[in-house]
Each structure stands twice: as C-alpha cells, then as structure tokens.
C-alpha cells in the first residue's frame, strides 16, 4: 500500500493512498496485506445479498453430498474480497475500472480459509483520449492459507498522472 502524508497546512498533514500512473512498471509485482479469514457470516450474507440461491453455499446438508463435502464461499466474494485487497495498491486513486475478464477460480474456498492477494502490472499505457490519465492492466491471483492459488482476474483501471488527481492540489 502507498501511504503519503501531504502537508496542507502550518503543522497540519492529510493522509494519501494510491499510486498515479508514472508509479506502475511492467513487471511489478504488489502483495496485498492483511490478509482476510472468511466467516460463515460472510458467505451467508453476501449469498443473501446477491439472492445466490445454489444451496451448495448454505446448506450443509446438501453440501455433504458433494465432492467437497462442505460449503463452498461463493465465487463472487471471493473475487470481490480480492479485488478489494488490491484497491489501496492498484485503483486507490483510480477515475474508472475499464473491466475484468479471464476470471478463473482455481481452487475451492471455504469458511475459515484465510485468503491473501498480489497483482502483477501486465500493461502500463498513456490514453488517447485523456492526456492527463493513463491506463494500468494488472493480473490479480488469490492465495488461500496453504499457498494455493484460489482465482485470478485481469483488470484494467483509468489512472492519473501525477499532478492530475481529484486530491491534487492545484
């Protein structure tokens, strides 16, 4: 996570996150902290929340019966768990996500498993149309507590150059 203190004032400073677009290389690697435990609380509510109805995420019963014998978290917490862990590092002062896509899920998850983060910056490039924003690809990969590799998604964000942020004074 990139922390800034920027002085606005006689002894007084603001705290900043994020990274603008001169900060991303091709090839960097962030690793995203803390990580985060999933509670049963969390794959209920968010199977509420998003009326998922498969009771493979909330009946254990049923769920005995399947090849993983216990529920699975469902699929779109964990990517959005994910790509929460990666916003201070990646889009913390982004405009816009342009999009995800090859969104794999690689291994189950399951309550109680603890998941960290990393993204690897895949495409760095200035926009056409926005001379003062750029645009940063990443691919973003999930561990689970053993080090196995859960999900990963590519995502693209609209970032600005330096000087060019909503918190940029100027």
Known sequence: MV???????ENRYRESFGRYFEDFRVGDIYEHRPGRTITETDNS????LTMNTHPLHFDKEYAKKSEFGRPLVVSSFTVSLLLGMSVSDISQKAIANLGWKDIRMTAPVFVGDTLTAESEVLEVRESKSRPTQGIVTVKTRGFNQDGVMVCEFIRSVLVPKRGHGIDDEG
């Open 45 to 48: 509510w968010f199977t509420l």
């Open 3 to 9: 922390q800034q203190h920027v002085k606005v004032g």
